[in-house]
């Protein structure tokens, strides 16, 4: 069982990054395998939309994100996690998930070589907004239940949770559970 984390907040330490950790901590307490990419480190350059990808299912721009690719499609679970940014993911985020253009035909089905790798993965989300409101990170929650309705995977469901300052979720013990719970949940078969 493998679970990777993707983390979109250019803050690392910062209350994206806390509650990916503690939501890695509970796959790894599952006996899961267990990795984190910080898309901040990594070169990934905005979708072109030039359809080559429809085709071949390879994109034809060379950055990190074919490494990636190979990760989600290596890995049984994924679990994402960033932060509000005026009421939307993060560019780093944004630029990422469009890029999963790759894995679809132009009819939006998943690629014929990808779709057994793809088919049935388990995809979850950890928000954190600024607004005691968390439903303020609704719009980054539809995106990511979207694209799992879509395409048939399994959502295992959001955390959604408010802080501010750097740090400040390790106060709220509700939030940290929910987020172990939903990593112990991505390792579960």
């Known amino acids: 069982m493998k679970v990777l984390g993707i983390m979109g907040s250019p803050r690392i330490g910062g209350n994206s990054d806390i509650l990916l950790d503690e939501a890695l901590a509970g796959a790894k307490a599952m006996g899961a395998e267990v990795e984190k990419i910080i898309l901040d480190r990594k070169k990934i350059a905005g979708c072109k939309d030039c359809k080559k990808c429809n085709e071949t299912g390879i994109c034809v721009l060379k950055d990190d994100m074919h490494e990636i690719q190979m990760k989600i499609l290596d890995a049984d679970a994924i679990i994402h996690s960033g932060p509000v940014y005026f009421w939307s993911m993060t560019s780093q985020m944004k630029a990422y998930l469009d890029r999963w253009c790759a894995f679809f035909d132009a009819q939006w089905r998943w690629q014929k070589t990808y779709y057994p790798k793809m088919k049935g993965k388990r995809i979850g989300l950890i928000t954190?907004?600024?607004?005691?409101?968390?439903?303020?990170?609704?719009?980054?929650?539809h995106s990511f239940k979207s694209t799992v309705e879509m395409t048939k995977m399994n959502w295992l469901g959001a955390v959604m949770a408010t802080a501010n300052e750097k740090g400040e979720i390790s106060q709220n013990?509700?939030?940290k559970k929910q987020a172990l719970e939903l990593g112990r949940k991505a390792a579960t078969p």
């Open 128 to 141: 954190v907004c600024g607004d005691p409101n968390v439903h303020t990170a609704d719009p980054i929650v």
């Open 173 to 175: 013990e509700a939030a």
